[in-house]
């Protein structure tokens, strides 16, 4: 099923991978769920890092997608330990 995303905060962070020491990202915060009786339902929150150098909003939206995908793999997963 497919989700609606809301944006909620767009932010330049330093990166926090050892290879872009020194160098900034973009840190987008974002909700997705459903839209119920008129109202934004968020069933999941989560967020993004993508470089500053070069960052375009087209950029955003295939690395949500990537996010929610990778999340949804572990989604129901049960194991004794």
């Known amino acids: ?6 944006i909620i ?3 330049k962070v330093p990166s926090l991978t050892p290879e872009r020491r020194g160098k900034l990202d973009r840190l987008i915060v974002y ?3 459903q839209t119920v009786d008129g109202r934004f339902a968020p069933q999941r929150s989560g967020f993004v890092m993508l470089p500053d ?3 375009t909003e087209a950029q ?3 690395a949500i ?3 929610l995908g990778d999340l949804s793999k572990l989604e129901g997963k049960t194991f004794q330990a």
């Open 53 to 55: 150098e070069g960052f």
């Open 9 to 11: 905060r767009v932010a």
């Open 1 to 6: 099923m497919a989700m609606e995303v809301k």
């Open 31 to 33: 909700q997705a769920g």
């Open 60 to 62: 955003v939206e295939p």
């Open 65 to 67: 997608k990537k996010d």
